[in-house]
C-alpha cells in the first residue's frame, strides 16, 4: 500500500509563486511516475505535470513555461514550482503517483490565486 501526501497549498496573489510539495509513503521499491493534477469547482480533472523515472517530463498547455516539476527519488518526492499564478489557476491539487500499474493519489491540497 502507498500513502499519498501534499503539502504547500494556499492563498497567493496573481503573479506570486508557490511550492508544492507529495510524499509517498509506504513499502516502495521505485515510483515509475509521479504527476499533480488540478480540478476546480465545476471541472473535471486535467493534468498539470508528470515525471517519469528517467526524469522525462510532461506539462499541461496551460501551465507550460510556468511550472516546474521535479523530483528527488530517494525521498520518493515530488515538487511542483509554480510561478507566474493566474486566478485561472485556482484549483484543489492532487498528487498521483504511480506504483506496478497501479494509481495512488493523495486528498489534495487547495491553491487559491486571488488579489
Known amino acids: 500500500q502507498v500513502q499519498v501526501v501534499e503539502s504547500g497549498g494556499g492563498l497567493v496573489q496573481p503573479g506570486g509563486s508557490l511550492r508544492l510539495s507529495c510524499v509517498a509513503s509506504?513499502?516502495?521499491?521505485?515510483?515509475?511516475?509521479m504527476g499533480w493534477y488540478r480540478q476546480a469547482p465545476g471541472d473535471q480533472r486535467e493534468l498539470v505535470a508528470e515525471?517519469?523515472?528517467?526524469?522525462?517530463?510532461n506539462y499541461g498547455d496551460s501551465v507550460k513555461g510556468r511550472f516546474t516539476i521535479s523530483r528527488d527519488s530517494a525521498k520518493n518526492t515530488v515538487y511542483l514550482q509554480m510561478n507566474s499564478l493566474k486566478p485561472e489557476d485556482t484549483a484543489v491539487y492532487f498528487c498521483?503517483?504511480?506504483?506496478?500499474?497501479?494509481?495512488?493519489w493523495g486528498q489534495g491540497t487547495q491553491v487559491i490565486v486571488s488579489s
Open positions: 498521483n503517483v504511480l506504483y506496478w500499474g497501479r494509481n495512488y
Open positions: 509506504g513499502t516502495i521499491f521505485r515510483i515509475s511516475t
Open positions: 515525471i517519469h523515472s528517467g526524469d522525462s517530463t
